[in-house]
T-cell receptor
Framework: GENVEQHPSTLSVQEGDSAVIKCTYS??????FPWYKQELGKRPQLIID?????GEKKDQRIAVTLNKTAKHFSLHITETQPEDSAVYFCAASTGTASKLTFGTGTRLQVTL | NAGVTQTPKFQVLKTGQSMTLQCAQD?????MYWYRQDPGMGLRLIYYSASEGTTDKGEVPNGYNVSRLNKREFSLRLESAAPSQTSVYFCASSEEWGSPLHFGNGTRLTVT
């Protein structure tokens, strides 16, 4: 089955800096890659997703890039703010034929 | 529009006790899921229901059973709770199997 590895497990950045979280996946058939943000004590919420027919997607300060050849995808957050502090999960699936497999999460801390 | 509603929010059980976690969604989604979240292990799929009338095992189904009562409701039952089942449980739904997930607020379960 699919295996998703996520790095780093913790990340601390200063407010205004950029943050990058990386994930690798094992199943070359995977074609759907969402990112979820989970604030402390809250539920995971989808923040951005990308499908394999595009290499990059942006939504304001967040962007996701996908390299299908290398089987890795990354979340980029620019101009970080304290409210970006949370745990971020990547996931991968082969779409309607398969379940989502989650990475183990990255705890992002944005310091003032 | 409540989205995905889970009950209870907190529960403490003694080893061997049974209980049912309830989940309901009002988004007319076809697919529903139960995940558990443990520190450092991300979100792991317990059971899912791709559509009304069907249920299937996920990654960690042992010790659990599910019922898709109707299109709205998907319950998770622990017949004989064990300390290893201490976790945070999230119910989720999606329009169809493999679509973006919408999570409930979670149930924090402690088994002593």
């Amino acid at each position: 089955g699919e295996n998703v590895e996520q790095h780093p497990s913790t990340l601390s950045v200063q407010e205004g800096d950029s943050a990058v979280i990386k994930c690798t996946y094992s199943d070359s058939a995977s074609n759907y890659f969402p990112w979820y943000k989970q604030e402390l004590g809250k539920r995971p919420q989808l923040i951005i997703d990308i499908r394999s027919n595009v290499g990059e997607k942006k939504d304001q300060r967040i962007a996701v890039t996908l390299n299908k050849t290398a089987k890795h995808f990354s979340l980029h957050i620019t101009e970080t703010q304290p409210e970006d502090s949370a745990v971020y999960f990547c996931a991968a699936s082969t779409g309607t034929a398969s379940k989502l497999t989650f990475g183990t999460g990255t705890r992002l801390q944005v310091t003032l | 529009n409540a989205g995905v509603t889970q009950t209870p929010k907190f529960q403490v059980l003694k080893t061997g006790q049974s209980m049912t976690l309830q989940c309901a969604q009002d988004m007319n989604h076809n697919s529903m899921y139960w995940y558990r979240q443990d520190p450092g292990m991300g979100l792991r799929l317990i059971y899912y229901s791709a559509s009304e009338g069907t249920t299937d095992k996920g990654e960690v189904p042992n010790g659990y059973n599910v019922s898709r009562l109707n299109k709205r409701e998907f319950s998770l039952r622990l017949e004989s709770a064990a300390p290893s089942q201490t976790s945070v449980y999230f119910c989720a739904s999606s329009e169809e199997w493999g679509s973006p997930l919408h999570f409930g607020n979670g149930t924090r379960l402690t088994v002593t």
